[in-house]
């Protein structure tokens, strides 16, 4: 038996076969890749060549010459959590030091950041002023942008961190601002990510 579609029937067949085309691209969310396949590899973050990495607050700005993240993945992730490590820091001309105090990094291919923080701050320290950075309750923005590691040959993610307008509280009599909350931190930095698997070092793309 032959069936005619009519009009209206055959306008619907089309938006429906055209939806069932159009819905896999649509659902397919940002995920970092790699040709490992189901084996781990480890992803390190560092300061890019030539890059700061500077917070903002109302005491001044504070400058690491050094910043190592260090997480894992597998190929298809669609995030990566980071452990944060800062050193060699300054702030106002004296030695500072951060501590995470528990706080991870979460790294969405979806080009954002949050931080995990159990404790709920990070803390800074120097001998002119303590501040804690709070945990903040909407993610950061990130650019990617795929590249080649001129040391290894293998494809790298360069990661622009975009952070803005997060809270904290400044506590020590010398600070700008004591005992009082803000929300105009800012970080500025550019990072490379570069992968590692079975000891040697492995590709990682970011797949939009």
Not at 115 to 136: A, H, M, R, V, Y
Not at 172 to 179: D, G, I, Q, T
Request: charged share 20%.
């Amino acid at each position: 038996m032959t069936h005619i579609l009519r009009p209206a029937g055959l306008v619907l067949a089309l938006v429906l076969a055209a939806a069932a085309l159009a819905s896999p691209a649509a659902s397919a969310a940002p995920k970092f890749t790699t040709e490992a396949g189901e084996k781990k590899v480890q992803v390190t973050a560092e300061l890019a060549t030539g890059a700061k990495d500077e917070f903002h607050f109302d005491f001044g700005i504070l400058k690491c010459l050094k910043t190592e993240f260090k997480g894992e993945m597998v190929n298809g992730a669609e995030q990566i959590t980071f452990t944060p490590s800062y050193s060699s820091c300054s702030m106002g001309g004296a030695t500072a030091s951060i501590d995470m105090n528990g706080c991870d990094y979460v790294m969405f291919a979806g080009g954002w950041l949050e931080d995990n923080c159990p404790t709920g701050f990070i803390k800074i320290t120097s001998k002119l002023c303590e501040i804690f950075i709070f945990q903040n309750e909407k993610p950061f923005g990130l650019t990617f942008t795929e590249g080649i590691n001129p040391n290894t040959g293998h494809r790298d993610i360069t990661v622009k961190e975009a952070v803005e307008n997060f809270r904290y509280e400044e506590q020590s009599p010398k600070c700008a601002k004591p005992e009082k909350v803000t929300n105009n931190g800012k970080i500025e930095g550019t990072l490379t990510l570069n992968g590692l698997e079975g000891g040697f070092a492995a590709n990682i793309d970011w797949d939009a």
